[in-house]
């Protein structure tokens, strides 16, 4: 994707947000709307960074997830604890539009910096809250993390094999829904600001996203008492849906949702006579089969190999994709095209390879203007550019605030 240039605005241009949160859902959403122009400054602890600055692997003794999520971010330092570290604060907070933050609920307050004081600084602020259980109820004040929202949700309950136990993803799952939530949530506060005038207050639980996207569970034990068992890659609600390993080695993922393609995968497996059994004319009734249709499917899958299958089930027009590790996500064709894995320049580590903005617009595209910062790289700037002097800048660091 094209980056933004002066010719072609970011529809986020003029949005001021101050980046207050850690690990990961906040500084996600952060990074969303800096991806569509936002000006994001990133506030750090001065001697406790951003831990996402160290999670995973790391280059030349940087970290790497740091230049993805830090990405379009400046970078500054602010102990929020200190006296001049509150002041400081409330001056960057009359001068910004959303505030995303990550405490547990009443630190912000123990600094005497809770939305009465913010949004006295400035009525038209919107304080983003990301917690893992929300401002109010139980388990407010408990360490929240995606893991702890993977479980509680159901995703875990659901999540493997029959007889095997519940299963957690190997990645931020709940943290990413939150952040794509949270960003959500940001525009339309901020919608709501343009037809009020005044700011307010976002409460977002990484408990109840991931929630929403697992679908209509609650309706189903609600009104039948129905609970979701874990069924592996099989479907309850169409088959055949499996992945399935090829003649090479490698693997397959076929999906049948739609009547149409279900059938047409039956003709090419060589199984039309199934096409013709009572149960195979819906999805729910299909998933009752599913041994053999698995088995259908499965073994004529087993004597070809994987390009061979895929080009058979495009023929077919039926519904196919190869099951892919990073290595063959960096070679896609399509996300090629779209140019989903973009390159970046970085003053640091040179070109890096990482995903783009998460859509395209066509008159006011984002873009990626830098990836992470190192830490506190921006302090000076930002406080100059708010009117602090020198001396103020030296007093601050004099006293630990910075």
């Known amino acids: 994707m094209t980056p933004t240039t002066a010719t072609t605005p970011a529809p986020l241009d003029g949005l001021r947000v101050l980046d207050l949160a850690t690990l990961f859902a906040g500084p996600l959403a952060a990074t969303m709307l800096g991806d569509f122009g936002a000006e994001v400054i990133k506030v750090e602890h001065p001697r406790r960074p951003d831990p996402s600055r160290g999670h995973g692997p790391s280059k030349d003794g940087i970290g790497l997830w740091w230049k993805l999520l830090g990405r379009n971010k400046r970078t500054m330092t602010l102990d929020l604890s200190t006296h001049g570290g509150r002041a400081t ?36 602020l919107v304080l983003t809250r990301v917690t893992g259980f929300g401002q109010f109820g139980p388990y407010s004040r408990r360490p929240g993390f995606g893991t702890l929202a993977e479980a509680m949700s159901g995703f875990a309950a659901i999540t493997g094999e029959p007889d095997a136990p519940p299963t957690l993803p190997p990645f931020g799952l709940a943290d990413s829904i939150a952040g794509l939530a949270t960003a959500y949530a940001v525009m339309t506060a901020l919608a709501g600001r343009d037809r009020t005038g005044r700011g307010q207050v976002v409460d977002m639980a990484i408990i109840e996203p991931i929630l929403t996207v697992l679908g209509p569970q609650p309706l189903w034990y609600d009104q039948l008492g129905h609970v979701q068992p874990r069924t592996g890659n099989r479907s309850q609600n169409n088959a055949p849906r499996n992945t399935y390993r090829t003649a090479d080695g490698t693997w397959v993922a076929v999906s049948t949702s739609a009547q149409s393609v279900a059938e047409r995968v039956m003709r090419l497996v060589g199984r039309p006579d199934l096409i013709t059994e009572p149960w195979f004319a819906t999805g729910a009734d299909r998933a009752r089969h599913t041994d053999v249709l698995d088995e259908a499917v499965g073994s004529w899958i087993a004597r070809h190999t994987r390009a061979d299958v895929i080009a058979a089930f495009e023929k077919a027009e039926a519904a196919v994709a190869p099951v892919q590790d990073i290595t063959d996500v960096m070679e896609d064709p399509q996300y090629a095209a779209l140019d989903t894995i973009t390159t970046v320049d970085d003053p640091e580590l040179g070109p890096l390879r990482m995903q783009n903005v998460l859509f395209r617009l066509t008159d006011t595209p984002g873009g990626i203007r830098w990836a992470g910062r190192p830490h506190g790289a921006d302090t000076d700037t930002v406080l100059t550019e708010l009117g602090l002097t020198v001396g103020e800048i030296t007093e601050l660091r004099a006293e630990g605030a910075l």
């Open 89 to 124: 604060l409330l001056r960057l907070a009359a001068t910004t539009d959303v505030i995303i933050e990550n405490f547990r609920p009443g630190t912000l307050e123990k600094w005497d910096l809770g939305w009465e004081e913010l949004s006295a600084a400035n009525p038209r």
